[in-house]
């Protein structure tokens, strides 16, 4: 695999003008990624409020399963695995409600390989969504 941008064709599509991953030397730094379906753009798990704004109960749990089974997807695609990422932030839109069952979960995947990892809570992401994790991984 050669330096620069990489679409995975397997990933979800980018709401904007950025590739899955770029690759410099011997490190992958994944865009920020979420959990919306590859296959049909849906939220697993619901979105986080309606078209007007209005709030709605989202499964964390759904989304975030999702969001690191699309980093596995784009991983793969570069003949990687989870076990190559060595550092993950993590956006949760509501720290508060989801921290404690995002991190059941997170501990799930990720309690081996052990990553670094920072957890930010912000207001809000570009679509409705709960969680979106931006990662860098080791080629090989």
Do not use: W
């Not at 509501?94 to 309690?111: A, G, H, L, P, T």
Request: charged share 25%; with cysteine; proline share 8%.
């Amino acid at each position: 695999m050669k330096d620069g941008p990489f679409i995975a064709k397997s990933g979800p599509s980018a709401m904007g003008a950025y590739p899955h991953l770029n690759k410099v030397g011997d490190l992958l730094f994944i865009s920020g990624m979420g959990p919306r379906s590859p296959i049909n753009n849906e939220i697993p798990g619901g979105p986080v409020k309606d078209e007007n704004g209005a709030p709605l109960n989202y499964d964390i749990k759904a989304q975030t399963h999702s969001v690191i089974k699309n980093i596995k997807l784009i991983l793969e695609e570069c003949g990687l695995g989870l076990e190559n990422i060595v550092d993950i932030l993590v956006f949760l839109v509501d720290m508060d409600r989801d921290f404690v069952e995002y991190n059941k979960i997170y501990e799930d995947y990720f309690s081996e390989i052990l990553p670094a990892r920072t957890t930010i809570g912000i207001d809000s992401l570009p679509s409705p969504i709960a969680i979106e994790l931006k990662v860098v991984a080791k080629f090989h």
